[in-house]
């Protein structure tokens, strides 16, 4: 009896995942194509090609032409999943030794389709889903838009408006209880009620003081 053998993810389809969760800041921005690279695993042949995008580097590409300009301006400017390809597309370049002149000869040429599909094809099955992102993998490391959005993302939807909302209450400690919905991310993801209440109890015993309200 032959087994299947488990299938390739598609990487053009995986890098469309990132498209529902735009528009960002640049700050969030920076963050998500640093996380998508990092995830990815891509060495770059040229040393001085940092992997991390800044909020510095992006506006740089801005004012080269590389990058088109943000939606709206100042603290309301955002960036969407097309400046997202934009980003990655300069890096994943720059980590392969081009230099920003060959790279703004080659912009002129490229339509958004063929920059979507060189970033998918370069990143390849190595690309993560959005849910696999670093960002998600310890409490606080979402930053902004992006944290939240991610969040969103590896929550079911919901069923609809008529179905109601199943709550989890969990005994913490004399006086504290936590009421969670069961279908929010930590209650899925990360174990019984016993596992997420001693998380809780860790958390309160570095907000209380010693014994009988007294530091040791």
């Not at 934009?86 to 490229?110: D, H, N, Y």
């Not at 609809?160 to 504290?176: D, F």
């Amino acid at each position: 009896m032959i087994s299947a053998q488990p299938s390739t993810p598609d990487p053009l389809a995986t890098l469309r995942e990132y498209r529902p969760l735009a528009p960002w800041g640049l700050r969030d921005l920076a963050a998500l194509a640093g996380a998508i690279l990092d995830a990815s695993g891509v060495v770059p042949i040229n040393a001085a090609a940092r992997a991390q995008p800044s909020e510095r580097t992006i506006r740089f590409y801005v004012a080269r032409g590389l990058v088109s300009p943000p939606e709206g301006r100042g603290t309301a400017a955002v960036y969407t999943y097309k400046h997202m390809l934009q980003v990655l597309a300069i890096k994943l370049r720059q980590m392969e030794g081009a230099t920003l002149e060959t790279i703004v000869r080659e912009a002129e040429s490229l339509s958004g389709d063929m920059i979507e599909r060189r970033v998918a094809q370069t990143l390849g099955p190595a690309l993560p889903h959005p849910s696999q992102l670093a960002l998600l993998q310890a409490p606080g490391t979402g930053r902004g838009r992006v944290g939240r959005a991610l969040q969103a993302w590896i929550a079911p939807p919901d069923a609809g408006a008529a179905r109601g909302v199943s709550c989890r209450r969990i005994t913490v400690a004399p006086g504290v209880e936590l009421l969670i919905d069961e279908q929010h991310p930590v209650a899925r993801l990360h174990g019984g009620s016993e596992a997420i209440g001693e998380a809780m109890r860790r958390a309160l015993a570095t907000l209380m003081p010693g014994p009988s309200g007294v530091q040791q």
